[in-house]
């Protein structure tokens, strides 16, 4: 796209920290969380309708799902498998309890392993982690961001795009163990959630900027989704043919005023950018 598009509040409802939209192919529904009310949801998008909650004693900081309907949820320092008739197994502890981290965003990589990272809730920086689950354990890809964020894999899945959001850094690395390296700075507003289309073009969340923005792997600026919400929070495109781009947003930390000046803020929004996306990979349990 080129030029700037309006994003449309489409819930009826506002999160908190609406954050990690994924689409499901196989049963049509979009997949989301708030984090800091530990809810997981899933929904239909036209018309906009929630059809089912999980609730978590804590934190629900992302959702991933298997091709036969298995959630993995990223709670506050471990990762949850919640089965279809509702059973739920603790898979791995990623953090240490207590140690003053949490996760955050996470995704599943194209062989169907889920990689997630990890944000400071203590005020330290440059100790965070972005780690893969693979085989019940798990490998560490970074151990040196200041907040791990948006994750895009290219369409043949050879590269790795990651966002360390208070560094405001995008960068790539050959996926599944190349080298890290930068690509490009977002100056304002911090860079938050990420997907990549069917074209190899970045859609970055910018958090504190409201909007999205279009850009080449290189950092070229092809255009901006306007978002009537100051905190944008993530990105996916989603729908039958892939060419609904749904952005999350959040309320967290917003005042009355705020609120009263942007009262879309928290909901769901869409907009039709003329791209399409990447299909989501499912989570392999059996990895």
């Not at 780690?131 to 948006?150: P, Q, Y």
């Not at 860079?191 to 409201?210: E, F, K, Q, R, T």
């Not at 950092?219 to 749904?246: H, K, M, N, R, Y």
């Amino acid at each position: 796209m080129t030029g700037s598009l309006d994003a449309v509040a489409v819930s009826p409802g506002r999160y908190e920290l609406g954050e990690g939209p994924i689409w499901d192919a196989e049963r049509q529904r979009l997949l989301w969380v708030d984090i800091l009310a530990g809810k997981v949801f899933a929904g239909r998008l036209d018309p906009f309708t929630v059809t089912d909650t999980w609730e978590f004693p804590g934190l629900a900081t992302a959702v991933a799902v298997a091709a036969g309907g298995e959630l993995l949820v990223a709670e506050r320092e471990t990762l949850t498998r919640v089965d279809p008739d509702g059973s739920r197994t603790e898979l791995a502890r990623v953090l240490p309890a207590g140690g003053g981290s949490r996760l955050n965003d996470g995704a599943v990589d194209p062989a169907g392993r889920f990689v997630v990272g990890s944000m400071a809730t203590d005020g330290r920086t440059g100790e965070e982690v972005l780690v893969r689950f693979e085989n019940g354990g798990l490998t560490t890809l970074d151990d040196d961001l200041t907040l791990s964020n948006g994750l895009a894999w290219t369409a043949d899945g050879s590269g790795l795009f990651s966002i360390d959001s208070v560094a405001r850094l995008i960068r790539r690395r050959d996926y599944p163990d190349g080298e890290r390296h930068d690509l490009f700075a977002v100056e304002a507003g911090l860079p938050d959630g990420m997907c990549l289309d069917s074209d190899g073009n970045l859609w970055i969340a910018v958090h504190g900027a409201g909007r999205v923005e279009c850009r080449s792997p290189g950092g070229t600026l092809f255009g901006v989704i306007e978002v009537g919400a100051p905190q944008p929070t993530s990105v996916a495109f989603a729908g039958p043919g892939l060419d609904v781009l749904v952005i999350t947003t959040a309320t967290e930390g917003m005042s009355a005023t705020d609120l009263a000046a942007h009262p879309d803020s928290g909901r769901v929004f869409t907009a039709s950018v003329g791209a399409t996306g990447l299909p989501t990979p499912y989570w392999n349990p059996s990895l």
